[in-house]
């Protein structure tokens, strides 16, 4: 699958080259609510047949769902997380917890998440991988590890100018 970087090295661009469509988004939390199956999206969504093909062929292709056949006559195929489209389920939580704090209604969040195991209800935290303490983003800076590729802006920008030479009218 090819994506567009549009001169941008950065992985939160290229991920929304893949998920970073409202109906993306909604497909995949709907498939980690259990539904598997391109009449269920169709019918729980509300989007047009040809979007929601579109949306899940991406997925396929990029390695999110993986397209199982559970019907043979006619071919029918369910779409099933792979570990890599599991895996974005706590950014869809992490986006339902920032809902459910600055956009709920009067009547607070729509849903809750609960804990298989306890029953707790679930949030989500960024963790310092060295001394295991939640970090608020605030507290987190970023570095590049590679140096951006020079765009033709770039090359414009430092190109050496040569100084303009003008020729003399000769009086007559």
């Given at each position: 699958m090819s994506i567009r970087t549009y001169g941008q090295d950065c992985s939160v661009a290229r991920s929304l080259e893949i998920v970073g469509e409202r109906w993306?988004?909604?497909?995949?939390?709907?498939?980690?609510?259990?539904?598997?199956?391109?009449?269920?999206?169709?019918?729980?969504?509300?989007?047009a047949r040809n979007i929601l093909t579109e949306r899940l062929n991406t997925l396929v292709e990029s390695g999110i769902f993986e397209r199982v056949p559970y019907q043979q006559r006619p071919l029918r195929h369910e779409y099933k997380l792979t570990p890599k489209g599991q895996e974005f389920g706590s950014v869809?939580?992490?986006?339902?917890?920032?809902?459910?704090?600055?956009?709920?209604?009067?009547?607070?969040?729509?849903?809750?998440?609960?804990?298989?195991?306890c029953g707790g209800s679930t949030e989500v935290h960024v963790m310092c991988t060295k001394c295991g303490e939640s970090v608020?983003?605030?507290?987190?800076?970023?570095?590049?590890?590679?140096?951006?590729?020079i765009t033709r802006a770039v090359r414009v920008a430092t190109r050496t100018r040569q100084p303009a030479t003008r020729t003399r009218r000769r009086s007559p």
């Open positions: 993306t988004i909604l497909i995949i939390r709907n498939a980690l609510l259990g539904e598997c199956r391109f009449d269920t999206f169709l019918n729980n969504l509300g989007l869809v939580l992490s986006l339902m917890q920032w809902g459910d704090k600055y956009l709920a209604g009067k009547a607070g969040p729509p849903r809750t998440t609960e804990h298989v195991n608020h983003p605030g507290d987190v800076i970023t570095h590049l590890v590679t140096p951006p590729p």
